[in-house]
């Protein structure tokens, strides 16, 4: 069983910073790309950013400049850096993964995590 697992999320005040953390456990053959989402209540769950294996992003324009998005492709784990974050980012944040579990796989599997709340006070 391939598992995702988030870390770093809380209570921070507006203008604030946070560091999420997705580290992945399990038998992984090759990580494709690698993003974080989040859906807040009352509204649809968004990307946030996401990243390949070969370090391309793209971020939704409400995070750009704001947020950071990183890799470590030797121990399957993406970051989130958070900065001069508003309450509007407060939510519960998803690392999702597109991965082949193995060299033989014909096609990669979908993987989400748990989530990790993030609230900003104002």
């Known amino acids: 069983q391939v598992h995702l697992v988030e870390s770093g999320g809380g209570l921070v005040q507006a203008g604030g910073s946070l560091e999420l953390s997705c580290a992945t456990s399990?038998?992984?053959?090759?990580?494709?790309?690698m993003g974080w989402y989040r859906h807040a209540p009352g509204k649809q769950r968004e990307a946030v950013a996401t990243i390949s294996r070969d370090g391309n992003t793209n971020y939704a324009y409400s995070v750009e400049g704001r947020f950071t998005i990183s890799r470590d492709n030797a121990r399957n784990t993406v970051y989130l850096q958070m900065n001069h974050l508003k309450p509007e980012d407060t939510a519960l944040y998803y690392c999702?993964?597109?991965?082949?579990?193995?060299?033989?796989?014909?096609?990669?599997?979908?993987?989400w995590g748990q989530g990790t709340q993030v609230t900003v006070s104002s």
């Open positions: 399990g038998s992984i053959f090759r990580i494709s790309v």
């Open positions: 999702n993964a597109i991965y082949y579990s193995t060299y033989e796989a014909p096609r990669p599997e979908d993987l």
